[in-house]
């Protein structure tokens, strides 16, 4: 059974708030609160944009209940600390009782749940978890029990996309959101329990009537940055949040895309997608791998085309496929003595993506 909050390991936070006042600005002007993660990753931007993207979302498919469920459930099966309180505690503003939120965490069966949640439920855990993936037949499953196939596209995003976010707030040991959570948990949670909901149903059927108004077109498929995965997202807000994800990821200069194709491909193997690690094969072919060369790298984790640093992150990326969190931090912290602030962010951004891509395929195969 996946950990409960107060029996997940924390260290001191690896990186430091350094925080980038223009973006500070630039999320308050559109109505976003400044999270310690933010103030943690400003400096990369692909990153701050990605991670903006998964706090921001707003479910075009599902239901604002199931995004919150999820979202915890994520959080607590990747052990984070971080976001499984500032979830559980949003989950309280929302007017959830705790011995719901308790009943969900332990994962007992809910009276007032139906089929559809219950396995809504269980796919998240699966799908974070990946031990293994869940089966194509999966998708199937769900659909037979009343979900649609763009609603099961999302919900895999979402997942996907909160074990990007888990992972990039446990690798850097972000502090939690301590005064958030008292908040919740106090008489002001209790208020605010009443007026939330309603501005979360107005702001959800917005969002519905915006997204109706969206021409369904495939988006464009990019070579050398996975693009395949977004094909199940077409129609989705999901698709370009991903797509500026990775196109930003392997843009960025400060690791070799190279290596960074390592990073995918090692996720890959691990995970057992073929597709991933076939693709990285063919994007590596692109740079002069040859064959033989991809699996010498692949089984020794290290070429001689890769930097000694990174050589250091292909070996430590295989650790944040599944991980006890006391143990990646230490790792983290260890690698991260090796490297420069800048390559060591980019590192754990590049490692949690490649996690949250990987996760996603599953609906390729």
Not at 8 to 36: M, N
Not at 108 to 115: C, S
Not at 145 to 159: C, D, H, K
């Amino acid at each position: 059974m996946a950990l409960l909050l107060n029996e997940i390991p924390w260290s001191e936070p690896l990186l430091a708030a350094d925080s980038d006042p223009v973006w500070a600005v630039e999320l308050k002007r559109r109505g976003a609160h400044v999270f310690e993660v933010d103030r943690r990753i400003a400096a990369s931007h692909w990153l701050r944009e990605a991670a903006y993207g998964v706090t921001s979302y707003v479910p075009s498919e599902i239901s604002e209940r199931l995004l919150r469920i999820g979202a915890m459930i994520t959080a607590q099966e990747n052990a984070c600390r971080y976001c499984y309180g500032a979830n559980r505690a949003y989950m309280k503003v929302l007017g959830y009782s705790e011995s719901f939120i308790q009943r969900i965490e332990r994962d007992v069966h809910v009276a007032e749940m139906d089929a559809k949640e219950r396995a809504f439920i269980a796919f998240c855990r699966n799908l974070s978890r990946s031990r293994p993936r869940p089966a194509r037949d999966t998708v199937d499953q769900l659909v037979s029990l009343g979900f649609t196939r763009p609603q099961v596209n999302e919900m895999a995003f979402l997942i996907a996309f909160g074990c990007f976010y888990n992972r990039l707030a446990t690798l850097i040991a972000c502090p939690p959101e301590r005064s958030f959570e008292a908040m919740a948990n106090g008489p002001v949670g209790r208020l605010l329990g009443l007026a939330v909901p309603l501005w979360q149903r107005l702001t959800h059927a917005g969002a519905r009537r915006a997204h109706a108004n969206v021409p369904l077109e495939a988006p464009p498929q990019e070579e050398g940055r996975f693009g395949s995965v977004l094909a199940p997202l077409t129609g989705l807000p999901a698709a370009a949040i991903m797509k500026a994800a990775l196109n930003g990821a392997f843009d960025s200069p400060l690791i070799s895309r190279p290596a960074k194709v390592l990073m995918f491909a090692v996720v890959a193997r691990a995970l057992g997608c073929g597709y991933c690690e076939g693709e990285a094969a063919r994007l590596l072919a692109d740079e002069g791998f040859g064959a033989a060369e991809f699996d010498s790298a692949m089984d020794t984790l290290g070429s001689t085309r890769l930097r000694p640093e990174e050589t250091a992150i292909l070996v430590w990326t295989r650790e944040t496929v599944s991980y006890e969190t006391a143990a990646i931090q230490r790792q983290t912290r260890s690698l991260g003595a090796e490297l420069n602030r800048s390559v060591l962010l980019e590192a754990i951004g590049v490692a949690a993506l490649a996690n949250a891509t990987v996760r996603l395929a599953m609906l390729l195969e």
